[in-house]
């Protein structure tokens, strides 16, 4: 296990509706990335989190937001939901230091989000 | 922009077989290349890093390799068996050392008993 957890693991929304969900890091890392996984598909980075900012963001649009807590956790929010956002959404850790990014990334299990 | 390709999508073999899956990526200035193993409906479970100055990396059954100026690494495993069925996905940064990873598509794996 790598120790990042993600919650809810399943849910279902209809068109239009809000969704908000949840990721604890692993211990000891400081940095948060999101991630879209459409069935068949790779993953695809919507953005990352470092020191509670927004580090860079993918090709989402501003309905996709984030918050990261001053423990590391992190928030992936969806506004007005579509079909098309159905997905397993991904989160992952890994560390920040001044020499860098270590370059390993640790994943949770994912939330799979079903749009109806 | 940074694209990753995976060949072949699929494979199916029989136990015991060794085996090997093709990543490639369009721009070679990277720092490092991932492989992943991801079981249906899970997460992904980090296999082997290799940094741009390593040729290769060996965890157990699997060996990884990186040529970044054909932009090509291979997953190489050895004696594989039904456990090892999974899909396999490889991931390089956005723009060089960054940790935002672009990911193929993945190999899905089945290994007959």
């Known amino acids: 296990e790598t120790g990042v957890t993600q919650s809810p693991t399943h849910l279902i929304k209809t068109r239009g509706q809000q969704v908000t969900l949840r990721c604890s890091s692993q211990s000891g890392h400081n940095t948060v990335s999101w991630y879209q996984q459409a069935l068949g598909q790779g993953p695809q980075f919507i953005f990352q989190y470092y020191r509670e900012e927004e580090n860079g963001r993918g090709n989402f649009p501003p309905r996709f937001s984030g918050l990261q807590f001053p423990n590391y956790s992190s928030e992936l929010n969806v506004n007005a939901l579509e079909l098309d956002d159905s997905a397993l959404y991904l989160c992952?850790?890994?560390?920040?230091?001044?020499?860098?990014?270590?370059?390993?990334?640790?994943f949770g299990e994912g939330s799979r989000l079903t749009v109806l | 922009k940074q694209e990753v390709t995976q060949i072949p999508a699929a494979l199916s073999v029989p136990e015991g077989e060794n085996l090997v899956l093709n990543c490639s990526f369009t721009d070679s200035a990277i720092y490092n290349l991932q492989w992943f193993r991801q079981d249906p409906g899970k997460g992904l479970t980090s296999l082997l890093l290799?940094?741009?100055?390593?040729r290769e990396q060996t965890s157990g059954r699997l060996n990884a390799s990186l040529d970044k100026s054909s932009g090509r690494s291979t997953l190489y495993i050895a004696a594989s068996q039904p456990g090892d069925s999974a899909t396999y996905l490889c991931a390089v940064p956005y723009q060089g050392g960054s940790e935002k990873l672009v990911f193929g598509k993945g190999t899905k794996l089945t290994v007959n008993p």
């Open positions: 290799i940094q741009s100055s390593q």
């Open positions: 992952a850790s890994s560390l920040l230091t001044s020499g860098g990014f270590t370059g390993e990334l640790f």
